[in-house]
C-alpha cells in the first residue's frame, strides 16, 4: 500500500509538471504574438495572476527604451501604492545588479539581509511583495516582476519559484521584442510613433471598433508658421519646439490612444472609444495648452500656437483608414484657412 500511494504521488508529480511545461508553451505563443507594450504588460498581469494563484500582482518596466530606471506606473493589481513614495528603481541600483548575477526569486528578508535600505528599495519593500522574480532573458534585466501572498496563505514553494522564473524568462523575451519593435516604430526626437505604425494599428483598431461599434476619432495637428523657428533661431530651435508639442500631446492622450509624427511639423493622434464631441474637447485642451506654453530658447521666450482637425469613423464614408485620415487633415485644412489657431471638426 505504502509503495502504491507513493508512485501515485509520483504519477501526479509527472502529471503537474507535464501540464504546466505545456502551460508554458502557450504561455510563450500568447505573450509572443502581443506587440503593443501596455497590451502586452497586462497579459503578463493577467497570466502570472493565474498561474501563481496570488492575490497581488505588480510590474516595474522601463517607461521606454531610453530609460535608465525601472517604474512600477500602473502596471498592478491587488497592491496598495503609497503617493509619498516614488517607486522608481534606477538600472544601476545594487538590486539590479545582484538579479543580474544571479537568477533567483527573492523575498524581502534577502533584500535587507543583502542591500543597504535606500529609498527605491523601501518604497518596495513598503509594498510587502512575497516575492521579488527577476524579468531577465539573454542576461539582461528588462524588470521586475512583484508577487503578492497566495490565496492559500502558503509560502511559495521551490517548485513554484521555478516556474515562476520560467514564466518570467519568457515575459522577458516578448518585453525585449517589444521594446525593439517599440525602437523601430518610433520617431527619435519626438518619441511618438512614426506614420506608417500608426496607419497598421490604426486599420487594426477600425477593424475592431467595426465589430464592437466602438467610436473612434483621429485628430491632425499642425504647427502655425512653424518655418519661422527654424529661419529666425536656427533647425535645433525648431527641434525643441517639435519635442514641446509631442510632449503636450502625450499628456492628453491615454495608453489605448496613440500619438504620432505625421511629418514635419505635422502630428496625428487616434483616440480610441471617444465621439466627436469628446474628441474636440481633447483637441481643444491641447491647442490651449500649446498655446500658453512659454518656451525659453537661447534667452529668448517664444510662443507658438497649433491648428487641429477631428473625424470621428463613419463606416458609411470611411472605407480605409486613410479616408478617415484624410477627412480630419481637411478640417485641419478648414482651421488654417479660417485664421489658425482653432480647432474645426469634419462634417
Known sequence: MARSKKNSTSDAS??????????LLEISKSLNSVIDFSTLIEAILYTCMGQMKTLG?????????????FQLNRNYCGFELDS?????????????KMMNLQNIC???DDIKKNIELNSPIESLIALQPSLIVP?????????????GEQITS????EYEKEHILNIASLAAIAISNAALLEMTTTDMMTHLKLKHYFYTVLMEKLEIGTAQEMSISVLMLDIDFFKRFNDTYGHACGDVVLQMVASVIQQNTRNQD???????????????????KTAQKIAERIRNSIENLDILYDGQHLNLTISIGVAQYNPEIDTTA???????????YGSKQTGRNKVTVAD
Open 14 to 23: 509527472i502529471e503537474k509538471q507535464i501540464y504546466d511545461l505545456k502551460q
Open 57 to 69: 500582482i505588480a510590474i516595474f518596466t522601463k517607461k521606454n527604451f531610453d530609460a535608465t530606471s
Open 84 to 96: 509619498e513614495f516614488d517607486y522608481s528603481i534606477p538600472e544601476d541600483h545594487p538590486l539590479i
Open 106 to 108: 527573492l523575498t524581502i
Open 135 to 147: 524579468l531577465k532573458a539573454k542576461n539582461h534585466i528588462s524588470g521586475l516582476l512583484l508577487l
Open 154 to 157: 502558503e509560502p511559495y514553494s
Open 258 to 276: 496613440m500619438a504620432a509624427r505625421y511629418g514635419g511639423e505635422e502630428f496625428v493622434v487616434m483616440l480610441s472609444d471617444t465621439p466627436s
Open 322 to 332: 486613410k479616408t478617415l485620415v484624410d477627412r480630419a487633415d481637411k478640417a485641419l
